[in-house]
């Protein structure tokens, strides 16, 4: 079993970058891919992307392609979520995820969730 630790959140000022941390205990925590969702207040949670296993590969979101990079340290049990050109849209409680399937942006694809850390964009 693996649990996770979401950290780095925190209110950030629009244009600016933030880096997320998923903080992992549990031996098993590198046999499976890690996926980051969000969600923001009054919506349903949104899939932001996944990274594999051994740091390979990686998908996003299709709407939210091109300010979003995920990297993984197996070595710290940690997962990182760079968000860049932060804007009020990406207001959110930020969530990350292990999962067994890969690639997959269904929530229901993955089994330990971390309590969310909170992102709040606003001059």
């Known amino acids: 079993q693996v649990q996770l630790v979401e950290s780095g959140g925190g209110l950030v000022q629009p244009g600016n970058s933030l880096r997320l941390s998923c903080a992992a205990s549990?031996?098993?925590?590198?046999?499976?891919?890690v996926g980051w969702f969000r969600q923001a207040p009054g919506k349903a949670r949104e899939f932001v992307g996944t990274?594999?296993?051994?740091?390979?590969?990686?998908r996003y979101s299709p709407i939210l392609q091109g300010r979003f990079a995920i990297s993984r340290d197996n070595g710290k049990n940690t997962v990182y979520l760079q968000i860049n050109r932060l804007g009020p849209e990406d207001t959110a409680v930020y969530y990350c995820?292990?999962?067994?399937?890969?690639?997959?942006?269904?929530?229901?694809?993955?089994?330990?969730w971390g309590q969310g850390t909170q992102v709040t964009v606003s001059s």
């Open positions: 549990g031996h098993t925590f590198r046999e499976y891919a």
């Open positions: 995820a292990t999962s067994l399937s890969w690639p997959s942006s269904t929530s229901f694809d993955y089994v330990e």
């Open positions: 990274i594999s296993w051994d740091s390979v590969s990686t």
